[in-house]
């Protein structure tokens, strides 16, 4: 029965479009009805899920339908979608539980089934043609809500709940207290190490600044001087001087044994140029002898 159903229902829309769907209604009813398919409307399918929905319909088709069903646009912006949900509907899809009245059942069978207009039905069923339509937007705006609920099902079940929630939570809060602890230690590590890097400069500044021979090189003037001699410079073109006037420290004394070298020279040129005086001295007087003499 469920093949005879899904090949009548496919047949509606051609060699049966012109069954009256009153016939065309109680056809199908029939099938539900069997004592086969009492227990399941949809043959061996069963409720969709929101992947055989998605792969029949798209988000922007659902958002058509819930806009319809708000009355919000024309039932032509949905006429392309009557066939789809009405062979979902009388296929069983939307689950046993689910059910539109005879009335709005016929509407989607003609209307989706047969392809059929609006004034064809409201002429089958005497019925005024603005009831027809409130009769089929309230199916319409039914089905919507009932598809929305499939796609919000699956989104529920992606969501973390119950004991699952309880273990995540725990394995959150020990990740969190490790993570605490772990900050904590590196912290103070950074602060070791930067108080070690610290001394090591000061200790390299002041062997630096002891060292007459490496001093005379280094760069004179402070940041503010240099800002201020700076200002307003043209730094691109490379060219001209800059002269920053600085004090000029009196270099240390040199260690002992340059001070005994030096010591021991100023010595020796002291008693060389004694005894060059006594010598000269001494040749002055014998000539002056000498000439008394004659």
């Given at each position: 029965l469920g093949?005879?159903?899904?090949?009548?229902?496919?047949l509606?829309?051609?060699?049966?479009?012109e069954l009256?769907?009153?016939l065309?209604l109680s056809v199908?009813?029939?099938?539900?009805q069997?004592?086969s398919?009492?227990?399941?409307r949809?043959g061996n399918s069963g409720?969709?899920?929101?992947?055989?929905?998605e792969?029949?319909?798209?988000?922007?088709?659902?958002?058509?339908?819930e806009?319809?069903?708000?009355n919000?646009?024309?039932?032509?912006l949905v006429?392309d979608?009557?066939?789809?949900?009405?062979k979902l509907?009388?296929?069983?899809?939307?689950?046993?539980?689910f059910n539109?009245?005879?009335?709005q059942?016929?509407?989607?069978?003609?209307?989706?089934?047969?392809?059929?207009t609006?004034?064809?039905?409201?002429r089958?069923?005497?019925l005024?043609?603005?009831q027809?339509?409130?009769?089929?937007?309230k199916a319409?705006?039914?089905?919507?809500?009932?598809l929305n609920?499939?796609?919000e099902?699956?989104e529920k079940?992606?969501?973390?709940?119950?004991?699952?929630?309880k273990?995540a939570?725990?394995a959150?809060?020990?990740?969190?207290?490790?993570?605490?602890k772990?900050l904590?230690e590196?912290?103070?590590?950074?602060a070791t190490d930067?108080m070690?890097?610290m001394?090591e400069?000061?200790e390299?500044?002041?062997?630096?600044?002891?060292n007459?021979g490496?001093?005379q090189?280094?760069v004179?003037?402070s940041d503010?001087?240099w800002s201020?001699?700076?200002d307003?410079?043209d730094l691109?073109g490379g060219?001209?001087?800059i002269?920053?006037?600085?004090?000029?420290?009196?270099?240390?004394?040199?260690?002992e044994?340059d001070?005994k070298?030096e010591?021991?020279?100023?010595k020796?040129l002291?008693?060389?140029?004694?005894g060059?005086?006594k010598?000269?001295g001494?040749?002055?007087t014998?000539?002056?002898k000498?000439?008394?003499k004659?």
């Amino acid at each position: 029965l469920g093949d005879t159903r899904r090949r009548f229902i496919t047949l509606l829309a051609g060699a049966f479009r012109e069954l009256e769907v009153r016939l065309a209604l109680s056809v199908l009813e029939n099938f539900y009805q069997s004592g086969s398919e009492k227990s399941n409307r949809s043959g061996n399918s069963g409720k969709m899920s929101a992947e055989e929905l998605e792969s029949v319909m798209t988000l922007h088709d659902l958002k058509r339908l819930e806009l319809y069903g708000r009355n919000l646009c024309d039932h032509h912006l949905v006429a392309d979608l009557l066939p789809v949900i009405s062979k979902l509907y009388f296929m069983g899809r939307f689950g046993t539980e689910f059910n539109v009245s005879n009335v709005q059942a016929a509407l989607l069978c003609g209307l989706g089934l047969q392809n059929r207009t609006v004034e064809s039905l409201t002429r089958e069923l005497n019925l005024p043609g603005n009831q027809v339509l409130a009769m089929f937007n309230k199916a319409v705006r039914k089905l919507s809500i009932a598809l929305n609920a499939i796609l919000e099902e699956k989104e529920k079940e992606a969501l973390i709940g119950g004991e699952k929630r309880k273990k995540a939570e725990a394995a959150a809060g020990r990740m969190r207290d490790v993570a605490q602890k772990t900050l904590e230690e590196d912290v103070a590590g950074a602060a070791t190490d930067a108080m070690k890097s610290m001394q090591e400069n000061n200790e390299a500044s002041s062997a630096i600044a002891d060292n007459d021979g490496l001093m005379q090189y280094a760069v004179k003037g402070s940041d503010k001087q240099w800002s201020k001699l700076l200002d307003g410079k043209d730094l691109e073109g490379g060219t001209g001087a800059i002269q920053i006037q600085t004090t000029r420290t009196k270099r240390k004394a040199v260690d002992e044994e340059d001070m005994k070298q030096e010591a021991e020279k100023e010595k020796l040129l002291k008693n060389t140029s004694t005894g060059g005086k006594k010598s000269s001295g001494g040749k002055k007087t014998t000539k002056s002898k000498k000439k008394g003499k004659w």
